[in-house]
């Protein structure tokens, strides 16, 4: 039998990953490079440009550059350590960097979810209230709810953090994850951890589900009120915006559900490896493409500060 031991500052995590497909290794250090490149560029580029431009000083586009700042983060707190583990031999992590991995991973993903909910009602502001739109979204306002939009998620990830490394540990450190996650340390438990999971899917419940409540229900009363618009061009400035941030939703909450909302040992843990994958490589590269492709006002902001 396994001897219990509690983790200690000393002690280290290794971090098997994709070790179970080594030709796959390569392949995947050159194509996570290139999304985390893309991620980078494309977020600095909407952080930038919101801030050099008068025109984008609005509460759509300060929410904008909050989630370009908190993808990049985001991407930063697991895709440097995994670039590291996929390049070389050494797939390790100490005990305290995994804990603050954890840390910042799970508040960041949590203040994502708030974020697009907040988001979502800054649209339905301007769709269905626009004559009490500047009242609704005062800049002091909007400042004040991306405050509780970021208090919120760290304070969720303190309760979390605190819980799973309170768990004594087997006694190897093979973490069968590319980063330091919740279900994936709970795996290495000795102890009965329903309590952890059922706190787990408690939490994610109310920052998950109640965020994408609350988001459909935004766009529900604003597709009521695209139905009885006469004007083509506010329908079509309508659908972009709103199409967009759809995307961006579905894009985050999908993969965040199938993830947090069941218990860690009823899934396949290679499944949940290329989940977690996905949205933290792919989905924060592709935002700063969807609201900017085809989005009238960045073009023109490009086209002012370049002139």
């Known amino acids: 039998m396994m001897e219990r031991i509690n983790a200690s500052s000393e002690d280290y995590f290794v971090l098997l990953g994709f070790s179970n497909w080594p030709q796959l290794e390569l392949v995947l250090f050159v194509v996570i490079l290139m999304f985390y490149l893309m991620t980078l560029i494309g977020n600095l ?30 991407t930063t707190s697991s895709i440097p350590q995994l670039l590291i583990n996929l390049w070389g031999p050494v797939k390790t992590i100490s005990y305290n960097g995994c804990m603050i991995q954890l840390y910042f991973f799970l508040a960041l993903g949590t203040t994502e979810c708030v974020l697009l909910m907040v988001m979502s009602y800054d649209r339905y502001a301007a769709v269905c209230r626009p004559l009490h739109y500047t009242v609704l979204m005062h800049p002091r306002f909007c400042h004040l709810l991306a405050v509780a939009c970021w208090v919120s998620g760290f304070t969720n990830s303190a309760l979390h953090s605190f819980f799973t490394f309170r768990v004594p540990l087997c006694g190897h450190r093979q973490v069968d994850h590319f980063f330091c996650e919740v279900p994936a340390l709970l795996r290495l438990s ?37 139905l009885r618009m006469q004007s083509t061009t506010g329908l079509q400035k309508v659908f972009g915006t709103c199409g967009a941030h759809l995307m961006v939703v579905s894009l985050f909450f999908i993969p965040a559900m199938c993830m947090y909302l069941q218990p860690p040992s009823g899934k ?40």
């Not at 899917?201 to 597709?223: C, D, E, R």
């Open 190 to 226: 000795c102890i009965d951890t329903r309590a952890n999971e059922l706190t787990l899917m408690v939490t994610s419940s109310i920052f998950v589900l109640t965020p994408l409540i609350l988001i459909l229900s935004s766009y529900g009363a604003i597709a009521r009120a695209v």
């Open 45 to 74: 580029f909407i952080i930038i440009l919101s801030y050099l431009d008068s025109h984008l000083h609005t509460p759509m586009y300060f929410f904008l550059s909050n989630l370009s700042f908190l993808d990049l983060c985001y």
């Open 268 to 307: 396949s843990q290679d499944q949940g490896k290329f989940i977690a994958l996905f949205y933290t490589v792919v989905t924060p590269s592709l935002n700063p493409l969807i609201y900017t492709l085809r989005n009238k006002d960045v073009r023109g902001a490009v086209k002012r500060l370049v002139g």
